[in-house]
């Protein structure tokens, strides 16, 4: 168990749907990244939180958004869904979010847009 | 950006044999994190190791960060192994933890 908790673990939705995915980092980490795994992109950056401010952005595309609260949990908000955005995101935390910092992954959320 | 390349793509064995899957990068690295990614879908590390040598159990790993690559060892594999294995790194001049993951190296082991 890395102490990352992602809920829900598995989402069914339609297409034109938003979807809210909830990750609360292990005690004690102060940044929280998004990952998105699909079978065409494999495994990429989405965004950085760090202690409730955004750090970096990657490839994340504009109908989505995420937040990190003052309790440090995080939220990805996927609006008006598409098919290709089905895929399984990651959440991950680490202490301060410096470079050379080893990142702890939860165990995902299956999303499936039909 | 940088590139990262996994060899090779996919990799059967036999039970109890020993294999070695590389991680080859194209600049510099601030950070180098092996994972497992099981058949549930979960992301396990493995190993954190910028440079250098570590070893846990039945798995080690070396980095030479000055020529750009990393080798992940398994021995006597077990069938409970299989998955896919990413290597994933932070360039150099990147602020922050973004990590860059390889396509990995899909690993069966059959009994």
């Known amino acids: 168990d890395s102490g990352v908790t992602q809920t829900p673990k598995h989402l069914i939705t339609a297409t034109g749907q938003r979807v809210t995915l909830r990750c609360s980092p292990r005690?004690?980490?102060?940044?929280v990244y998004w990952y998105q795994q699909s079978l065409d992109q494999g495994l990429q950056f989405l965004i950085q939180?760090?202690?409730?401010?955004?750090?970096a952005k990657g490839n994340i595309l504009e109908r989505f958004s995420a937040q990190q609260f003052p309790d440090l949990h995080s939220e990805l908000n996927l609006s008006s869904l598409e098919l290709g955005d089905s895929a399984l995101y990651f959440c991950?935390?680490?202490?301060?979010?410096?470079?050379?910092?080893?990142?702890?992954f939860g165990s995902g959320t299956q999303l499936s847009v039909l | 950006g940088i590139q990262v390349e996994q060899s090779p793509p996919d990799l059967i064995l036999q039970e109890g044999a020993n294999s070695t899957l590389r991680c080859n990068f194209s600049?510099?690295?601030?950070?180098l994190q092996w994972f497992h990614q099981n058949p549930w879908g979960q992301l396990i590390n493995l190993f954190y190791?910028?440079?250098g040598t570590k070893q846990n159990g039945r798995l080690s790993a070396t980095t030479v960060a000055t020529e750009r690559y990393s080798l992940l060892y398994i021995s006597s594999s077990q069938t409970t192994d299989s998955g896919v294995y990413f290597c994933?790194?932070?360039?150099?001049?990147?602020?922050?933890?973004?990590?860059?993951f390889g396509e990995g190296t899909q690993l069966t082991v059959n009994p």
């Open positions: 939180y760090y202690n409730g401010e955004e750090r």
């Open positions: 005690s004690g980490d102060l940044s």
């Open positions: 190791i910028p440079s």
């Open positions: 600049d510099s690295v601030n950070n």
């Open positions: 994933a790194v932070v360039a150099g001049e990147t602020s922050g933890s973004r990590l860059t």
């Open positions: 991950a935390s680490s202490m301060g979010g410096w470079a050379n910092e080893k990142l702890f």
